[in-house]
């Protein structure tokens, strides 16, 4: 199980492992509408998250 | 995957381009963008004075960051329009970023100019209209203002690839032909206005900001009028997502058609205001109305 953190600290446990593409997916994200951090460090869609990873989640598209 | 243009491990895959990126390789395409659009389309000229409207999101910081370093007269604007819990943030972290780069920043806000707030328009105003129909008008109006105090040749804002693309759609899914042609930076009386973040996306632009390690206020404005652009954004990301280069292409081909547009549906509509002498396709125009409630 991957861990996915929100900034409002919310956290989501996706079951699936492999690359970060498959992983957003499958947890309903629009990968085009975020950018995820693992160990305070960008990663791409094909980084492979094995279970236990805890990523970070940034939303892109706040306004105002 | 490795970065396309050097031996490091990518960062970001930029579907658009289709391209993965390093973080060093990801700033330089962003500062490429920037550049190639001021160069191509005669954005700005090496003795221009030019002045960034800062609101201390992520688009402006950058453009202004990027602008700084290439150009020698970039100066900074900020305009405090009196958004409790929302402005002060942008501020301080528009203030600590001149700062520490060593940028001159002007600053107005609603109160000293108008003498309200926008928090104090959205209490009084029965009608329940969108507060951004004021508060944007008004904004556009003081940024102009202050630019031509400063005499600033060009007025720079962040617009987004995102918000074009967002705008061109809105425009067109609300039949609001005007402002779709409406895309003339130059009017009298109105400093020029320039867009060279329009090639960048959104993700692009937030990853860049996290690579300099920007501080940026990304909290929305809490009277933002979301419902409709939220979900053409999401429209939007979601055919990138399965056709990538949806977005580029949506502005490419607006590019191409806005001059006809422009022709057709501006010829007979614009008129100059009784009042200022702006353009408007009423008497008065907008900005001189509501001015006038103000009064
Ligand atoms: S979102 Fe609307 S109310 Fe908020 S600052 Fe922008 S124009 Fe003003
Ligand atoms: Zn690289
Ligand atoms: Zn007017």
């Known amino acids: 199980m991957v861990t996915l953190e929100y900034p409002d600290g919310a956290k989501i446990k996706v079951e699936i492992e492999g690359s970060l593409l498959k992983v957003l997916v499958k947890s309903g994200e629009n990968p085009e509408e ?4 693992k160990d305070g460090k960008m990663i791409a869609e094909d980084y492979e998250l094995k279970k236990e990873d805890v990523v970070q989640i940034i ?3 706040s306004k105002g | 995957m490795k970065c396309d243009f050097c031996r490091e491990t990518s960062v970001i895959h930029v579907r658009h381009t289709d391209k993965w990126f390093c973080e060093e390789h990801l700033v330089a395409s962003v500062e490429k963008k920037v550049l190639e659009t001021v160069q191509k389309t005669f954005m700005i000229n090496r003795n221009d004075k030019v002045l960034v409207a800062a609101s201390g999101g992520k688009d402006s910081t950058n453009l202004l960051h990027i602008l700084h370093k290439n150009f020698p007269k970039v100066e900074a604007l900020f305009i405090d329009e009196g958004i409790k819990n929302y402005r002060e943030r942008s501020k301080s972290f528009i203030k600590k ?3 520490k780069h060593k940028i001159t920043l002007h600053t107005s806000s609603f109160k000293e100019e108008f003498g309200t707030t926008t928090d104090q328009i959205v209490k009084l105003d ?3 209209t969108s507060p951004c129909s004021k508060c ?3 904004r556009r109006y003081l940024i102009n203002k202050k630019a031509l105090e400063l005499g600033a040749d060009k007025l720079v804002t962040g617009h987004n690839l995102d918000d074009t693309c967002q705008d061109i759609l809105m425009n067109i899914f609300q039949f609001n032909m005007e402002k779709l042609a409406r895309t003339k930076s130059i009017s009298p009386g109105f400093v020029q206005r320039i867009k060279p973040f329009r090639r960048v ?4 632009s937030m990853a860049y900001s996290i690579i ?11 009277y933002v009028s979301e419902s409709f652009r939220s979900l053409i954004r999401e429209e939007l990301n979601d055919l990138e997502f399965k056709f990538h280069g949806s977005k580029v292409n949506l502005q490419m081909i607006f590019d191409r058609l806005v001059p006809n547009l422009e022709k057709k549906v501006m010829k007979n509509r614009l008129n100059k205001c009784e009042n200022c002498g702006g353009p ?6 907008k900005t001189c109305q509501i001015l006038e409630q103000l009064k």
């Open chain 1, 34 to 37: 975020i950018i995820v951090k």
């Open chain 1, 59 to 61: 939303k892109v598209g």
């Open chain 2, 136 to 138: 944007g008008v008004l």
């Open chain 2, 97 to 99: 970023f001149c700062k």
């Open chain 2, 212 to 222: 300099k390690g920007f501080e940026s206020n990304e909290g929305a404005c809490p």
């Open chain 2, 280 to 285: 408007t396709s009423r008497k008065v125009c």
């Open chain 2, 126 to 128: 029965s009608t329940k």
């Open chain 2, 201 to 204: 996306s959104e993700r692009e």
